[in-house]
T-cell receptor
Framework: AQSVTQLGSHVSVSEGALVLLRCNYS??????LFWYVQYPNQGLQLLLK??????LVKGINGFEAEFKKSETSFHLTKPSAHMSDAAEYFC????????????FGKGTKLTVNP | GAGVSQSPSNKVTEKGKDVELRCDPI?????LYWYRQSLGQGLEFLIY????????KSGLPSDRFSAERTGGSVSTLTIQRTQQEDSAVYLC????????????FGAGTRLSVL
């Protein structure tokens, strides 16, 4: 069965500092991996996805993530945090074939301090 | 439409009543998903539609939950005899089935069962 673990339910950074949100997954078949962002009272917006093309994936708003098979990780980074990055971030995995339903981590709430 | 539309955005009901939640997917998207987001359980998959059929209903928590999709478009999630533990945000997503299966989410319906 697939699963996703996000380390740290809350992360706080200063504006301009590096953002690092951690995600580890388990999957019995090659996975698709996703990062979504959720702003208050809104749905989920896709930041980026990994589909086995390149291991370093660039997304919107300056975010990127690196797929490391040996570590079963897909951590999300951004070199310089902006106040507008404050939101909740979800890592998700789906298995190729079948319904390709998403299995989500518990989420990490990012706070950006001025 | 331009995005996934869900209605109502908020629903307050009394315990024991039935509710219907509606999802209008992105035009042309053949795949449709329902998820539930609650404080205790995070984001959970409920049901997947491909066209009008539902090959994966594995996430429906009880037989009080049902869903249908008509015309390969609009979907309705019905909860019968609502219970307080049904209180959550119900999210709908649709996908074109492209490689990587990007799912586009609606803003959700916030259900409160009193």
């Amino acid at each position: 069965a697939q699963s996703v673990t996000q380390l740290g339910s809350h992360v706080s950074v200063s504006e301009g500092a590096l953002v690092l949100l951690r995600c580890n997954y388990s999957s019995s078949v090659p996975p698709y991996l996703f990062w979504y962002v959720q702003y208050p009272n809104q749905g989920l917006q896709l930041l980026l996805k990994y589909t086995s093309a390149a291991t370093l994936v660039k997304g919107i708003n300056g975010f990127e993530a690196e797929f490391k098979k040996s570590e079963t990780s897909f951590h999300l980074t951004k070199p310089s945090a902006h106040m507008s990055d404050a939101a909740e971030y979800f890592c998700a995995v789906s298995e190729q074939g079948g319904s390709e339903k998403l299995v989500f981590g518990k989420g990490t709430k990012l706070t950006v301090n001025p | 439409g331009a995005g996934v539309s869900q209605s109502p955005s908020n629903k307050v009901t009394e315990k024991g009543k039935d509710v219907e939640l509606r999802c209008d997917p992105i035009s042309g998207h053949t795949a449709l998903y329902w998820y539930r987001q609650s404080l205790g359980q995070g984001l959970e998959f409920l049901i997947y539609f491909q066209g009008n059929s539902a090959p994966d209903k594995s996430g429906l928590p009880s037989d009080r939950f049902s869903a249908e999709r008509t015309g390969g478009s609009v979907s309705t999630l019905t909860i019968q005899r609502t219970q307080q533990e049904d209180s959550a945000v119900y999210l709908c997503a649709s996908s074109s089935g492209d490689r990587g299966n990007i799912q586009y989410f609606g803003a959700g319906t916030r259900l409160s069962v009193l």
